[in-house]
């Protein structure tokens, strides 16, 4: 009879001790077992059933309201509403080129002025988001949405009705940090919303939306500026940003979940290690009087038998501060990773490619074609569209590719599989842009323009897909600031091939630039490769360098 007690109690413990680990009081032991094994991509039900401890996948840590469990048409309005998003911050770094020339006219400005209101917006766009991210895990993805799509309109505005060059160029800047929230977060309110295998298909469609400004961007800018007038250009992104702001407002609802983010889990784990050491301590000197006052007269042994031990109330929430996210902490962990470091490069200047490509043929088409603002955005239609194929499609092939090698796995995938998928674009992606290079360098038909800009927006697109996908598996709990890094180095890669394109092209032409760009893009190639073959050991040995640095402390 007291044996069956024993074990009826022992059951009890065990169920009650199960219940506890989905709740989010984590203990220290469950909080490092949360933060470390963020890279898991299965779990293995025997666990559930044995004696050792349960591993938990931060990506399926248990929350209230799950955003993974929501219906379809509730995640498709969500990815609706951050593409809308993106798509105005990709406008933005483009819709002004055709208004150049009566902006300089008008404000009498200088071609190093107008450059400089292009690069340090797309500088600015790029390297903002790091604050964005850190925002986020305080407040959530919403109010960061809301205040970053009011900080764009009121820089719209203001610049529509600026009277010189320089209130157009800070208020650019002003209008680039309104619209980066979008970049950082917007992935990882994807990441926040769908499995791993599903990724690359919603990333290709989201970011297809911002593809779309390098194409459509010349085309409005364009056809409002011969309509109305360049101001009337900041006037329509006034209106599309205010849309948006009433979607995210009334539409949307936050995505982030705390229990799965990395720094939320790290904050609560310090917390529980200093109440634990403090009471561990007032313990120690509650023991040591009673042994200096000779108010109990049994050995340490008997000390520790009869002791009471007083439960460690768990820790129910924490309000985070700036302090608790500092942003540059977590940035530099994410780009100490070889294989992070690695794919952020290649990404980086992947990205600056589509930046400079669109800028270089607008004047092309303008100095040598005599085409004006509405046929060159025609004509740039062809690498947005490219662009937007090869995102949609790319993203499509980039799943299809880590659900076959995770079959052929065992069941088992680690985020550099997908990976795999960019080889096919590997191959053409630098005969393509040499073809541009050479179509633009000896100004044959404009059809020839056309389709060497579809394939070079395709290609390369095709590739930023899985690299952006990458980022996101490969730091799971961190997506935001993954993403945010991500960022910064497109932005600062982006800002260095504007500030260089125009003397280049001037110097060595349209056939020596692309060529170097060509050269470029096979050197990116092999760092992609690299990562592909030697990523999967590098983040497993920066993993645990980070536990054993953890455990440290």
């Keep these: 009879m007291i044996h069956c007690h024993i074990i009826f109690n ?111 917006f797309i500088l600015v766009q790029g390297m903002f988001p790091v604050i964005w991210s850190a925002i986020s895990e305080i407040k959530g993805r919403k109010l960061v949405y809301l205040l970053s799509i009011a900080l764009f309109i009121i820089g719209s505005a203001i610049v529509a009705v600026s009277r010189t060059i320089g209130l157009v160029i800070g208020m650019r800047i002003v209008q680039a940090a309104g619209s980066s929230a979008v970049f950082a977060i917007g992935a990882a309110t994807l990441a926040d919303i769908y499995e791993s295998h599903q990724r690359g298909t919603m990333m290709g469609v989201y970011y297809s939306a911002p593809l779309l400004g390098p194409s459509l961007g010349p085309i409005f800018g364009g056809a409002l500026t ?104 977590a940035y530099f962990s994410i780009v100490s990773r070889k294989n992070n470091l690695a794919v952020l490069i290649a990404s980086g200047l992947t990205f600056a490619f589509g930046f400079s490509i669109p800028y270089t043929c607008a004047r092309t088409l303008s100095m040598y074609y005599d085409y004006d603002a509405l046929k060159t955005g025609l004509v740039l ?41 960019t080889k096919i674009a590997m191959l053409w992606l630098p005969p393509s842009v040499i073809g541009y290079a050479w179509v633009c360098q000896e100004r044959v038909n404009i059809a020839a323009v056309c389709v060497m800009l579809f394939l070079a927006g395709f290609l390369s697109i095709w590739i930023y897909t899985s690299t952006l996908a990458y980022i996101v598996d490969a730091n799971t709990g961190r997506s935001s600031m993954a993403v945010a890094a991500n960022s910064s180095f497109r932005g600062l890669f982006a800002f260095v091939a504007a500030e260089i394109a125009v003397p280049l092209q001037d110097t060595i032409g349209d056939g020596g630039l692309y060529t170097l760009w060509a050269c470029l893009m096979v050197v990116i190639e092999g760092i992609i490769l690299l990562v592909l073959y030697k990523g999967r050991d590098w983040r497993e040995a920066s993993v645990e360098r980070e536990k054993q640095k953890l455990d440290a402390q």
């Excluded at 039900?45 to 799950?66: F, G, Q, R, T, W």
């Excluded at 982030?256 to 403090?278: A, D, G, I």
């Excluded at 340490?300 to 038998?305: G, L, Q, V, Y």
Aim: aromatic letters at 8%.
């Design 10 to 120: 022992t059951c009890i413990r065990h169920f009650t001790s199960m219940a506890e680990s989905q709740s989010t009081n984590l203990s220290p032991i469950e909080v490092r077992n949360v933060e470390f094994h963020t890279d898991t991509q299965t779990r293995s039900p025997s666990s559930i059933s044995s004696n050792e401890p349960i591993k938990l996948d931060m990506e399926h840590a248990v929350v209230e309201n799950d955003p993974r469990i929501w219906s379809n048409t509730k995640k498709t309005a969500i990815l609706f509403i951050i593409s809308g998003a993106s798509m105005f911050a990709g406008l933005a770094g483009n819709i002004q080129n055709p208004a150049n020339a009566q902006i300089q006219q008008q404000l009498h400005a200088s071609s190093g002025d107008i450059s400089l209101s292009l690069s340090l």
């Design 226 to 329: 011969q309509g109305f007038s360049w101001r009337a250009v900041f006037w329509f992104l006034v209106i599309w940003g205010g849309i948006i702001f009433l979607a995210f407002l009334f539409l949307f609802k936050d995505t982030f979940r705390k229990e799965r983010s990395v720094t939320y889990q790290n904050v609560l784990n310090s917390r529980l290690r200093e109440q634990q050491s403090s009471e561990a301590k007032d313990e120690s000197r509650h023991i040591s009087k009673l042994e200096v006052g000779g108010e109990n007269q049994t050995t340490s042994k008997d000390i520790e038998a009869q002791r009471t031990v007083i439960p460690v109330p768990a820790i129910k929430d924490i309000k985070l501060s700036m302090a608790d996210v500092n942003p540059f902490p």
């Design 381 to 421: 239609l062809s690498y947005g569209v490219g662009c937007v194929a090869g995102s949609i499609l790319g993203g499509r092939w980039s799943d299809r590719t880590l659900a076959r090698l995770k079959a052929a796995n065992g069941g088992v995938s680690f985020p550099e599989m997908r990976l795999e998928s």
